[in-house]
């Protein structure tokens, strides 16, 4: 990642993976999201969802810590070659936000992120919002998490 | 309050949702775990950023809604799950001390064909702050259980 004008669409980077343990599971559950089904594990096994599972939002956050992670890598990197890191405004919203398979106890989901389109900001001079698909696998391959994101990333390097 | 199925929800009708004061401790505790931007840590120095001062992560927004949608009426609810959310907005930062409220608004109900011990509920959800600002609006499906499903 680097200031708006050197994002292209189309550059993709992995961002990490993250083992779901059930006691960071049920952590995340009993602070935001107390469905039996992210609680529970014997109750988890009556319902849709067939097991202990992470909340939807647990995952999400997961998403959002690796790549801000993978981010901070990238700005030490810039500043390593003498260079402003870029700032990252915030978040307009998300479309599209899938969950597509439960992320159960013990999987380890690997997040990838995708520049999907970028336009500069009509209210905001100096800033651009760039939109990134990101997407995550479970070991087994199969896509657990999806959506895309729009940020306001700084036009200009700023010190 | 009996609790809810899938015949219980109305198009049109707004569930409120209570609301929830937003503390400096949680703030910062949510962004250190997950969101470890300047903004969301209390610790921004300089720069040229859009929003002054500390603000919530918009994914620790989007989780303290769940648990007001939680507390409001999903656990007890026959829910099983959403698929995902179709649109999300943050609109507006949320500072330390801000008193979130928030309702649902049903917006579309169906059958599954697949599957006919659920339907599922299409929402319109808004989260405001205690000046009226509108600070996230999502849409989403959610699962919920049949009343006769249960009852056979």
Redesign the interface.
């Known amino acids: 990642m680097t200031t708006y004008e050197h994002i292209a669409i189309g550059d993709s980077f992995e961002c990490g993976s993250h083992r779901f343990s059930a006691e960071e599971i049920k952590r995340f559950a009993k602070l935001y999201d107390q469905q039996v089904f992210h609680t529970d594990e014997v109750a988890a096994k009556e319902t849709l969802l067939g097991a202990l599972c992470a909340s939807g939002w647990h995952t999400a956050a997961i998403m959002m810590k690796l790549f801000v992670k993978r981010l901070a890598d990238e700005n030490e990197k810039v500043k390593a070659r003498g260079k402003a890191a870029p700032a990252l405004g915030p978040s307009l919203g998300v479309d599209d936000l899938r969950w597509l398979k439960p992320v159960f106890v013990d999987d380890e989901i690997a997040f990838s992120a995708q520049i999907v389109g970028k336009r500069e900001s009509e209210s905001r001079p100096g800033w651009g919002i760039v939109s990134i698909k990101s997407s995550g696998l479970n070991q087994k391959g199969e896509p657990v998490f999806a959506c895309t994101g729009h940020i306001f990333v700084a036009k200009i390097e700023t010190d | 309050m009996a609790k809810r199925f899938f015949e219980d929800f109305t198009v049109g009708e707004k569930l409120p949702l209570g609301s929830k004061q937003v503390t400096s401790a949680e703030i910062i505790a949510?962004a250190a775990?997950?969101?470890?931007?300047p903004?969301h840590l209390g610790d921004q120095t300089g720069?040229?950023?859009?929003?002054d001062g500390l603000?919530a992560?918009?994914?620790h927004v989007?989780?303290?809604f769940?648990?007001m949608i939680?507390d409001g009426f999903?656990?007890d609810s026959s829910?099983?799950?959403?698929?995902?959310?179709?649109?999300?907005?943050?609109r507006h930062?949320v500072r330390p001390d801000d008193t979130l409220s928030a309702f649902s608004i049903v917006i579309e109900t169906r059958t599954s064909k697949s599957r006919p011990e659920?339907g599922i509920v299409r929402f319109r959800h808004e989260v405001h702050n205690q000046t009226g600002d509108i600070v996230m609006w999502l849409e989403n499906p959610i699962?919920f259980g049949r009343r006769q499903a249960a009852s056979s």
């Open positions: 949510y775990e997950f969101d470890p931007q903004a720069g040229e950023m859009i929003i603000i992560s918009s994914w989007g989780a303290l769940m648990s939680c999903l656990l829910s099983m799950g959403s698929p995902g959310i179709e649109t999300l907005k943050w930062p659920m699962l």
